[in-house]
């Protein structure tokens, strides 16, 4: 069982009963979630917490899950390594 004090982005430490009053208050789909309260936008990216999230705002709402937008995921959608990103360039280009 679920109860309002579970997290329900644990990267964000963000409750079940956070993203509920935040969708009684009008942000009541997942981009205004995350843009309220940060859902998804951890270190995992949201794979822990996305669609969790959208089932909350499905049943808050009385919608299907069908009915919920889903996360715009932007590059990049896995982590990368700041050793990669500071790594020098392979290709021999140089800006
Ligand atoms: S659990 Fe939500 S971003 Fe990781």
């Known amino acids: 069982m679920v109860t309002a004090k579970e997290f329900l982005c ?19 789909c997942f981009e205004d979630l995350k843009r309220f309260l940060g859902v998804g936008t951890g270190p995992c990216q949201g794979k822990a917490c996305v ?5 909350l705002v499905a049943d808050e709402r009385g919608l299907p899950i069908e009915a919920v937008d889903v ?3 932007r590059p990049p959608v896995r982590p990368v390594s700041f050793a990669t990103l500071a790594a020098p360039d392979q290709t021999g280009d140089r800006p």
């Open 10 to 28: 644990r990267c964000e430490d963000i409750t079940m009963d956070d993203c509920r009053g935040a969708i009684h208050e009008g942000y009541s």
């Open 51 to 55: 669609s969790a999230c959208m089932r």
């Open 71 to 73: 996360m715009t995921f």
